[in-house]
């Protein structure tokens, strides 16, 4: 069993749709992370939370400890925001643990 | 902004031949990760580097792999001998003291023939 899971694993929207990715981890964690993965490979830091919501522009993240749930949120949804949208967590060592990650691909 | 940069972009090596992928972590960072990522796959974790050693290592980082930090800016992922089953995106990361955000590298494509 993954120690993170996300649902779903690829997700269309159209243009300016409300998109959520959600995200479900089994182990004790420090922090939970949501990362962007561009077609071309790199990976970017979205948010790092360990409780409660974070807001940035058009994206909010939030976390449920006691459910170990988490999920990302795109408001007005655009097609710039195509790509694959990772979860993943640090517990009581810093490295990541992964999820494999939601295929977000938005339509004009 | 200051950014993690990895070179090469893309390398290929036959079988059995040794390769470095080298990294430039942000200049006041104090640990270093490299991960990877097989076609299709999700981002495995690799090994972690903090004070001139190994932090942590996984299952895939067997003798066959390596980690330096050979001077002051770089650092550095071996494989002796590659396999084509180390064909993938490795990716390097860094992070500051006190930090816990991982700041990726743009990622080395590697392909064994």
């Known amino acids: 069993k993954n120690e993170v899971e996300q649902s779903p694993q690829n997700l269309t929207a159209q243009e300016g749709e409300f998109i959520t990715i959600n995200c479900s981890y089994s182990v004790g964690i420090s922090a939970l992370h949501w990362l962007q993965q561009h077609p071309g490979g790199g990976i970017v830091s979205l948010f790092m939370l360990s409780s409660g919501k974070k807001k940035h522009g058009r994206l909010i993240a939030t976390i449920n400890i006691q459910e170990k749930h988490s999920s990302l949120h795109i408001t007005a949804s655009h097609p710039r925001d195509s790509a694959v949208y990772i979860c993943a967590v640090t517990g009581n060592t810093d490295k990541l643990i992964f999820g494999t990650g939601t295929r977000l691909q938005v339509f004009p | 902004e200051p950014e993690v940069t990895q070179t090469p972009s893309h390398q290929v090596t036959q079988m059995g031949q040794e390769v470095i992928l080298r990294c430039v972590p942000i200049?006041?960072?104090?640990?270093f990760y490299w991960y990877r990522q097989i076609l299709g796959q999700k981002v495995e974790f690799l090994v972690s580097?903090?004070?001139?050693?190994?932090?942590?290592k996984s299952e895939i980082f067997d003798d066959q792999f390596s980690v330096e930090r050979p001077d002051g800016s770089n650092f550095t992922l071996k494989i002796r001998s590659t396999k084509l089953e180390d064909s993938a995106m490795y990716f390097c990361?860094?992070?500051?003291?006190?930090?816990?955000?991982?700041?990726f590298g743009p990622g080395t494509r590697l392909t064994v023939l």
């Open positions: 580097f903090y004070n001139n050693e190994i932090s942590e």
């Open positions: 200049s006041n960072h104090l640990y």
């Open positions: 990361a860094s992070r500051g003291q006190g930090d816990n955000e991982q700041f």
